[in-house]
């Protein structure tokens, strides 16, 4: 049984159950912030979307690679990607994503299939707030755009 002292207490008070992590003792690893600068859950390389996949942490590092809005929607729907800042950034990607997949010259047409991925990566998670806010400080850019090359230009700054 595990015992902690409450610090406003002046008994100590114990947990009903141990703790244990895969029934190894627990280590904690404190890293000065200044080494937290190099850590990072995504990164855009190529045209593919790196993101780490937040259902495997802590036990695994593993990297989601996705290359569409739909593939982006999923993702979040299924829990893989998960904080909202995280959330938000990466459906800001999957609008990007979706717009250098189009190989037309049509602007209209590429700025139809932008609106259809906004609604698939809002419908990915409803209430998300930074979700919302990041598609639709993108949708505010795709409207700006006269070109197909502007836009996909503008979706990746």
Known sequence: MARLRDPR???DF???????????AAQVLILPAT???????LFFRNGVLYTLDSSKLPHRETWLKLRSARQVASAIRG?????APLIGVTAAYGLALEALRYTGSDIEKLKGRI??????????????????????R?????????TVEDLKKRLLE
């Open 9 to 11: 207490s002046p008994k």
């Open 14 to 24: 114990s947990f009903n159950r141990d703790i244990r992590v895969s029934n190894h």
């Open 35 to 41: 080494s937290l600068k190099s850590m990072r859950s």
């Open 79 to 83: 829990m893989r990607i998960r904080g």
């Open 115 to 136: 609106v259809r991925a906004s609604e698939r990566l809002r419908l990915a998670r409803p209430t998300g707030r930074n979700l919302g806010w990041a598609v639709d």
């Open 138 to 146: 993108c949708l505010k850019v795709v409207w700006e755009a006269g």
